[in-house]
T-cell receptor, first 114, second 116 residues
């Protein structure tokens, strides 16, 4: 079965704290892509990152970093020194064949308080 | 690049009427579009996949006669909610797959439908 699990439904932190959002996926395919999207209150989905299954390098983009570990089928997302503007729902997603449909996790609602 | 424009952003309609939502790919050709539905505090649920020039493929449990999808051109896909009822009130969002510069998905800004 193809599945994405984001076990953390809601996370609340204080500004400047670091926070990690967990994502665990299931797929039988050897070729797949993983994504993270941000959904602010406006509802629009904002693309954050895409990673293919053959690229296990971790990535850093400013305050954002991603840890992809095939051994544990995880693709976790860390925000360093969180800011109020980071408050949103974050979705992890999987597509297991090119052109196929995105399978979304349940989402994690992050609340960053000043 | 790879922008999808979705309209309207919100709509209120009376029960029993039909509502059409449009998604246009502005700077690329979208051979495949996906339509999602999202209830408050929930994830995106795929309703259907549409390919230009062919019938849409609906997910299990989605009524094809109620949610009509048309993908008549490479830049336009529409979702029509027919005979809308209050339980159809939701956030609808489209997505298009693009191939350049790299394989990915872009999303419309969503349509908030309220049926009264």
């Amino acid at each position: 079965a193809q599945k994405v699990t984001q076990a953390q439904t809601e996370i609340s932190v204080v500004e400047k704290e670091d926070v990690t959002l967990d994502c665990v996926y299931e797929t039988r395919d050897t070729t797949y892509y993983l994504f993270w999207y941000k959904q602010p209150p406006s509802g629009e989905l904002v693309f954050l990152i895409r990673r293919n299954s053959f690229d296990e390098q971790n990535e850093i983009s400013g305050r954002y970093s991603w840890n992809f570990q095939k051994s544990t089928s995880s693709f976790n997302f860390t925000i360093t020194a969180s800011q109020v503007v980071d408050s949103a729902v974050y979705f992890c997603a999987l597509v297991y064949n090119q052109g196929g449909k995105l399978i979304f996790g349940q989402g994690t609602e992050l609340s960053v308080k000043p | 690049g790879a922008v999808v424009s979705q309209h309207p952003s919100w709509v209120i309609c009376k029960s029993g009427t039909s509502v059409k939502i449009e998604c246009r790919s502005l700077d690329f050709q979208a051979t495949t579009m996906f339509w999602y539905r999202q209830f408050p505090k929930q994830s995106l649920m795929l309703m259907a996949t549409s390919n230009e020039g062919s019938k849409a493929t609906y997910e299990q449990g989605v009524e094809k006669d109620k949610f009509l999808i048309n993908h008549a051109s490479l830049t336009l896909s529409t979702l029509t909610v027919t005979s809308a009822h209050p339980e159809d009130s939701s956030f609808y969002i489209c997505s298009a797959r693009y191939d350049r510069p790299s394989h990915g998905y872009t999303f419309g800004s969503g349509t908030r439908l309220t049926v009264v």
